[in-house]
């Protein structure tokens, strides 16, 4: 399974992007994904997933209300939506696959997951 992630970039405060993350080797739709973040000096923070089926799930922390996410079967790519960005967003979003079936469940735990990307940088300026 390969996970590549594309759209990061350079960001000024109260912006939007979006990340991409195609899939190869394994169909999503077989496959909860989820995103996850790392700003320096922290550890790996869930940010949202999906379940096999396309159940959604987010986190609770301070970019719930500003993320969506969303999959397209037919790209075989998830997607992140990040709007009214911040300074503290500033991180490497990844995404990763969990090949375990955990029903409507999505883990937010790092070692649950099996493969990942390589990571877009995300920077937000003030």
């Known amino acids: 399974v390969q996970l590549i992630e594309s759209g990061g970039g350079l960001v000024q405060a109260g912006g939007s992007l979006r990340l991409s993350c195609a899939a190869s080797?394994?169909?999503?739709?077989?496959?909860?994904m989820g995103w996850f973040r790392q700003a320096p000096g922290k550890g790996r923070e869930f940010v949202a997933g999906?379940?096999?089926?396309?159940?959604?799930?987010y986190s609770t922390n301070s970019v719930k209300d500003r993320i969506s996410i969303s999959r397209d079967t037919a790209k075989n790519t998830v997607y992140l939506q990040i709007n009214s960005l911040k300074p503290e967003d500033t991180a490497v979003y990844y995404c990763a696959a969990d090949i375990s079936y955990r029903g409507t469940y999505v883990s937010q735990e790092p070692s649950d997951y099996d493969y990942w990307g390589q990571g877009a940088q995300v920077t937000v300026s003030s």
């Open positions: 080797g394994r169909t999503v739709s077989t496959t909860a």
């Open positions: 999906f379940t096999w089926a396309g159940i959604s799930t």
